[in-house]
């Protein structure tokens, strides 16, 4: 007899970024369940590209370049490439040491390498702000100049804790998130077994769409998440049964499968 899978007859929602949905919505099928592409975000260029534009023609005077997500791999790369400048390990103009490379998780230091750049800082285990900031190569960047690649807005930490230790930060906005139009009835009639929510951000937007009986019926579902952070911003909004998973779309896939 054939074994069962084992998400077999489960309706799992994803609520990645559609272009992003793919893999995990792809893995979910393999281990017999049905993905619900339900995106809570959209991911596209910066309005104005032009701030990015004259940022990257001065990247030979940074020390430091911090990538915060794929989608700033991404994004930040394509514009750093129609630039024609190169990320390489060799000494910049003026006399600065090579540009350095950072990231916050494996998954945006695998995209980098992919894309050309072979020496990346990124933490191992954990994949934060907190964890790339006790990297032992972050420690002493008094004097230097760092930019960092991310999405219009998001958390200061990163820049704040840098500037403490002495670094002066420029930040390079190369996407925007937006909230897409979604029918909230639509989720609602799918039946979830399970909620995959991988930004604090999204969770919110979809907490804003529910009306207060839909609340409390959508928060008894399980929801996964791959950090504590959006844990405990799911705990604050009322959601009663959270699963903190491993990061990336194979901790997502390896806690719904384990639970």
């Not at 916050?104 to 191992?124: D, F, H, N, W």
């Not at 840098?162 to 029918?183: F, H």
Request: charged share 20%; glycine share 8%; with cysteine.
């Amino acid at each position: 007899m054939a074994e069962t899978p084992p998400l077999a007859g489960l309706n799992i929602v994803v609520t990645r970024p559609r272009e992003q949905a793919a893999q995990l919505a792809q893995c979910i099928a393999q281990a017999g369940g049905k993905a619900i592409l339900f995106p809570l975000l959209e991911i596209s260029p910066v309005a104005d590209p032009q701030p990015l534009r004259a940022l990257i023609a001065r990247l030979h005077e940074f020390d430091l370049a911090i990538f915060i997500s794929p989608n700033a791999v991404r994004y930040g790369m394509e514009a750093i490439r129609a630039a024609n400048v190169t990320l390489t390990p060799s000494p910049s103009p003026g006399g600065r040491g090579a540009l350095k490379i950072a990231t916050v998780g494996q998954g945006s230091a695998l995209a980098l390498r992919e894309l050309g750049v072979k020496e990346v800082i990124a933490p191992q285990d954990r994949f934060d702000s907190e964890a790339l900031l006790a990297l032992p190569e972050l420690q002493q960047v008094a004097g230097w100049r760092v930019v960092i690649f991310r999405g219009d807005g998001g958390r200061e930490l990163l820049g704040d804790t840098l500037k403490a230790r002495g670094a002066m930060v420029e930040y390079a906005a190369c996407y925007r998130r937006t909230q897409p139009q979604q029918d909230v009835s639509t989720l609602l009639a799918a039946v979830p077994h399970a909620i995959t929510v991988t930004s604090s951000e999204a969770l919110r937007h979809l907490w804003d769409m529910l009306d207060e009986p839909n609340r409390v019926l959508l928060s008894s579902v399980p929801l996964f998440v791959p950090h504590t952070r959006i844990a405990g911003a799911a705990h604050e909004l009322g959601w009663r049964d959270v699963v903190t998973t491993a990061g990336g779309d194979d901790g997502l896939l390896a806690g719904l499968i384990a639970w």
